[in-house]
Nanobody, 123 residues
């Protein structure tokens, strides 16, 4: 089975920084797009940033120039460096990955999610 495990959340003051990490493990053949989503209190989950296996990145407008997504393909990890954090960045942050796994003699693709990590920006 595939698991995505996030780490790095916590409480930070406005203007501060945090780095989230997510590690994928299991019977993985390869990983295509990896990304970070967030769900603010009382709101729907939204895309924050994504990165392809080749390193092409995409960001939501509300985090451009503040957040940086990166990945280490060998380690099957994705990171989100968050700078200049604002109270409105408070949310549960989820790691997502598009992963192909071994299923019997073949491959199967699927979307996988981490359990979420809380980020709270408050003074």
């Amino acid at each position: 089975q595939v698991q995505l495990v996030e780490s790095g959340g916590g409480l930070v003051q406005p203007g501060g920084s945090l780095t989230l990490s997510c590690a994928a493990s299991g019977s993985i053949f390869d990983i295509n797009v990896m990304g970070w989503y967030r769900q603010p209190p009382g709101k729907q989950r939204e895309l924050v940033a994504s990165i392809s296996s080749g390193g092409v990145t995409d960001y939501a407008d509300f985090v451009k120039d503040r957040f940086t997504i990166s990945r280490n393909n060998a380690k099957k990890e994705v990171y989100l460096k968050m700078n200049t954090l604002k109270p409105e960045d408070t949310a549960v942050y989820y790691c997502h990955a598009d992963i192909r796994t071994w299923r019997g003699a073949g491959l199967a693709g699927g979307d996988y999610w981490g359990q979420g990590t809380q980020v709270t920006v408050s003074s």
